[in-house]
């Protein structure tokens, strides 16, 4: 069981060059945007991470990462809770001409001045990883499948659809 907090800034070449394996809890608290996208959260973020280099030469960090959200449900607006789980793989860079040189399996991720703002870089990942839609199960969501349509379509309606044109020629007919 995971116990230890990750550090906010860490310096991931030092971390690359002694290969290290790093795992922890993040709080989700902390992690403003987060919250302005998916609510207020409580409760950690469980994340291993390892810092090496790959076949490429590329220095990377390879992390997986779970969480348990409390995200709103489109039809009832009520929390449920949602489990997420997201493998990645980071390219170090220091610059964006650098990010264009990764290969396709790493996301770039920007070290300035040798330290690594940990903390951004995993709410970005989870961000990434929020689901689009979120729904209860129809059994537990208040808000049942009948009470989402909004009547049913008149005969006439569907028989006889309207034409823009038909108020311009109650205009002509008045002149």
């Known amino acids: 069981m995971l116990t230890s907090r990750l550090p906010g800034r860490v310096e991931p070449y030092k971390l690359v060059a002694r290969a290290e394996h790093l795992e922890g809890l993040v709080a989700l608290a ?7 996208q998916a609510g207020a959260q409580s409760g950690d973020a469980r994340v291993w991470l390892d810092f090496g280099i790959d076949a490429q030469g590329c220095r990377e960090i390879c992390g997986h990462l779970e969480a348990e959200l409390q995200l709103s449900c489109r039809r009832c607006l009520e929390p449920v809770a949602q489990r997420i789980d997201s493998d ?12 264009a040189e990764l290969p396709g399996t790493h996301e770039p991720v920007l070290v300035e001045n040798e330290q690594l703002n940990l903390l951004a870089v ?20 208040p808000v049942s499948r009948d009470q989402l349509h909004s009547g049913e379509a008149s005969d006439a309606s ?18």
């Open 88 to 99: 990645f793989r980071l390219g170090m860079v220091t610059s964006d001409a650098l990010a």
């Open 30 to 36: 902390d992690m403003a945007r987060l919250a302005e």
């Open 158 to 175: 569907i028989d006889s659809p309207v034409s823009p044109f038909d108020v311009l020629r109650q205009i002509k007919g008045k002149l």
């Open 122 to 141: 995993l709410e970005d990942e989870l961000i990434l990883s929020l689901p689009q839609v979120v729904y209860h199960d129809e059994a537990e969501c």
